[in-house]
């Protein structure tokens, strides 16, 4: 099991994710709150300084979460547009920094087995930043994902699995491809299907102040 990313594979991942964004943002089919968040987010990513990465946060923390996602490989429902995303961090999942840092929940006493994100350009991530964060979020299947909020605007990049995702109240269907906008403090809420959810996601805005779960288990 790789026990360390290397610098040039997370450069070749981000990289992956970077195009992307660009390419959504190129072809004018995004909303306008979307299309905005998506240059805000590029032009922030082109501020960060990817020459010297923090060795420390390129170690691999293990999780259980990575087995599933493993398991999915080439059966993934990623869509044409992911799936570049999608074999760019395939072969590396053991050696990306997961974690889950909120604290224990009574009713859902083994969610912090099954899901996880690993970071990779953010405060305590492998390329430093205070403006903007960027990541994967992998949720096992059928896990639900409870309601929670903070402060930083989100953006979701469904990469494989179509999951129930809740906002104010309004619960739908996001499949593989789907861009997905949180505004500040929105209490929202994911749900993966029978396959894991794996999305890219990217903070803006406070990034150092953490998620929280509200009182309401969710849908």
Known sequence: MTTTLSPKAALTAIEV???HFAARLAAAQESPAIAAEL???LALLAGVDFTRPDEKHLKASGHPVITQLRQVGAQSSASSATQAIFDAFLPHLDALPWR???EPRPDAPDIGQRMAWAELVGPIAPFHSHQVCLGLTAIGSGLLYPLHYHPAVETYLVVSG???WTADGLTRQHPPGTLILHPSNIIH???AGDEPLLAVYAWTGDVETLSAYVDD???
């Open 17 to 19: 994710v970077r195009q």
């Open 100 to 102: 889950y840092s909120y």
């Open 162 to 164: 179509t999951a129930a």
């Open 39 to 41: 240059e805000n987010i």
């Open 217 to 219: 288990i969710g849908p």
């Open 189 to 191: 809420a994911m749900k």
